[in-house]
């Protein structure tokens, strides 16, 4: 089964793009078995689905998110990515890395890494 780790800033000032990096081991991220997704949970919230990229590239967003987001494969290093633009105090979250093998599906996830945004 593969395993998944998030790595990135955990501040972020205001207006700034945050980005985050996914590192997958026990598997490729090219395999057609998972679809590659970023979710997150702010405090005292639900979580929240942001995006989804798949074996051929293809990228899905939330539509309240789409505009801010961006989510890409660094297959030489077996990594996918997330990038979120014009950060407000808002987007302060834990954000994970997920990999799930069927659409809607959300089998394996990465421990969460929590994003602050404070100038």
């Known amino acids: 089964q593969v395993q998944l780790q998030e790595s990135g800033p955990g501040l972020v000032k205001p207006s700034q793009t945050l980005s985050l990096t996914c590192t997958v081991s026990?598997?490729?991220?090219?395999?057609?078995?998972?679809?590659w997704s970023w979710i997150r949970q702010p405090p005292g919230l639900g979580l929240e689905w942001m995006g989804v990229i798949v074996y051929d590239g293809s990228t899905y967003y939330s539509p309240s998110l789409k505009s801010r987001t961006s989510i890409s494969t660094v297959g030489s290093k077996n990594q996918f990515t997330l990038q979120l633009t014009s950060m407000t105090p808002e987007d302060a979250a834990v954000y994970y890395c997920v990999a799930g093998s069927g659409w809607g599906r959300f089998d394996v996830w990465g421990q969460g890494t929590p994003v602050a945004v404070s100038a």
């Open positions: 026990g598997g490729s991220i090219t395999t057609t078995y998972y679809a």
